[in-house]
């Protein structure tokens, strides 16, 4: 039986502390990408209870995204961002999940991510990550942007590190590995950008009880 | 001097787009702040880098 909202909204509450729990549920973040990164940084917001999580992705689940991604064999064929967001409220039933099964694009981002305060970047593609952030910043300068870039390989995940570029745009990742020179995406390697980005998202959105 | 991604260089007066030329970036998986704030890839052709400016380059890898 699952426990009721009450439960759970006490449980986080005395795990995270009432002042930092009461930030979590009141926040907002829109998921660019349900992939390898996107999947990880959504799982972790969910079991933190961020309370309100809009999940975007054009793609459906192949078997080729079971090493990393928070998918099941089952899923194989439906879409992500819908099946994300099952998976999501599996974890964390009490929480305001939407997802939005679209491509994103320089036309339709100024009207799609208008919403949301926070926004994480968790394409694959070089180039489409470059237009995701270049739209953002030119649209929205006064929201917060998360970014994954560089997580591929084996080298040590001591080289993936989140900088501030500006006051409200972040990088993570190792900035170089690169999957187009036939490099491997690992599961614990993509996870440990994924978690570097779900930490500074949380960071950001308990940010007057915790210093930066 | 213009400092680029932390380094203090010496190109004064250079366009944006001249200036990822020379660097070997590819302009269409890039971001370009000055001064922390973006420069729209529209105005790469005629953005001037001035003395003093802070330009932060970042180039995007795939994988994700």
Redesign the interface.
């Known amino acids: 039986m699952i426990p009721t909202k009450e439960a759970f909204e006490k449980a986080l509450a005395a795990r995270h502390g009432a002042q930092l729990q009461e930030r979590f549920s009141a926040a907002s973040v829109v998921i660019c990408?349900a992939?390898?990164?996107?999947s990880n940084v959504a799982l972790s917001l969910a079991r933190a209870g961020v309370g309100n999580i809009h999940l975007i992705d054009f793609d459906t689940v192949d078997i080729s995204n079971l090493n990393r991604q928070q998918y099941l064999p089952e899923q194989i064929g439906k879409p992500k961002a819908d099946t994300l967001r099952e998976n999501l409220l599996r974890v964390s039933p009490y929480i305001n999940i939407t997802s939005h099964n679209v491509k994103l694009t320089a036309e339709n981002i100024p009207e799609l991510l208008a919403p949301y305060p926070i926004i994480c970047e968790?394409?694959?593609?070089?180039?489409q990550?470059?237009m995701l952030?270049?739209t953002v910043?030119?649209h929205f300068?006064d929201k917060y942007l998360i970014?994954?870039?560089?997580?591929?390989g084996t080298d040590s995940a001591n080289m993936i590190t989140t900088r501030r570029?500006?006051?409200r745009?972040y990088?993570c990742?190792d900035?170089?590995?690169?999957?187009?020179d036939g490099?491997p995406?690992i599961s614990a390697r993509?996870a440990v950008c994924a978690a570097h980005q779900a930490t500074i998202i949380l960071r950001i959105i308990g940010e007057e009880t915790l210093s930066l | 001097m213009v400092k680029i991604n932390g380094k203090e260089t010496a190109h004064d007066g250079i366009k944006v787009s001249q200036l990822l030329e020379k660097l070997g970036y590819k302009p269409?998986?890039?971001?370009v702040?000055c001064n922390?704030?973006?420069v729209?890839?529209s105005q790469y052709d005629t953005f001037t880098l001035n003395d003093g400016d802070s330009v932060?380059i970042?180039?995007?890898?795939?994988?994700?």
């Open positions: 990408g992939g390898g990164l996107g968790a394409f694959d593609k070089a180039d990550k470059a952030v270049n910043l030119e300068p970014s994954g870039n560089g997580m591929a570029i500006t006051s745009f990088l990742g900035g170089v590995s690169n999957v187009d490099l995406l993509v | 269409q998986s890039v971001a702040e922390e704030e973006i729209p890839k932060e970042v180039s995007f890898v795939g994988g994700g």
